[in-house]
């Protein structure tokens, strides 16, 4: 069983708490500039009896004219194929109502592959995806952090899901965080 989600990443840090002396504020000076952001699409994979494991994408968009903002069909295709390829295994797919999770196009490339089921999730229903907690701690991670350059925040990024590649506990975690019992019922008698 796989869930999957994306969010975005951009040059103003999410806001975290912090420490500072009594009567002096810290504050974290941003660039006003907006433009720029890294798309990261994730996908993690359990199975009873198996390690838990990550699978992610990553576009940068610099914020030229006439680029796209967002990840493609294509590039939701190329991450379940790398899982499906990682995994060995046919897949069950759980995901959002994104409009690119229901296009047209996407049909047609779940229908080509026979060893893709896909379940949509109900709409305004964040804490059944398990890579929702995932977003939520790597953004966590990046609280407070001003990065000058798109490409620095990019890298770390990559890191942070990188380092949590070779943490299953934690991946597992993730997955409890939902209340989903993924274990198979006990055979009838």
Not at 2 to 10: I, K, L, M, R, V
Request: charged share 25%; hydrophobic share 40%; glycine share 8%.
């Amino acid at each position: 069983m796989c869930f999957e989600d994306e969010a975005g990443f951009t040059r103003r840090p999410p806001k975290g708490r912090t420490w500072g002396r009594r009567g002096i504020t810290p504050v974290v000076r941003v660039s006003g500039r907006r433009s720029g952001r890294v798309s990261v699409a994730g996908l993690i994979a359990t199975r009873p009896g198996s390690r838990t494991r990550l699978c992610n994408r990553l576009r940068l968009h610099t914020g030229r004219k006439g680029e796209r903002r967002s990840l493609s069909e294509d590039d939701y295709i190329r991450l379940i194929d790398g899982m499906h390829q990682l995994v060995k295994a046919p897949i069950v797919l759980v995901w959002d109502r994104l409009n690119t999770h229901v296009s047209h196009t996407m049909r047609e490339l779940i229908e080509a592959r026979e060893w893709l089921t896909v379940f949509i999730l109900p709409s305004y229903a964040p804490e059944l995806n398990a890579v929702e907690y995932l977003w939520a701690h790597v953004k966590r991670s990046l609280a407070n952090l001003a990065s000058v350059a798109l490409d620095r925040l990019e890298a770390l990024v990559r890191n942070r899901l990188k380092r949590l590649q070779y943490r299953p506990d934690l991946l597992d975690g993730f997955v409890a965080g939902t209340g989903l019992s993924l274990d198979l019922p006990p055979p009838s008698p």
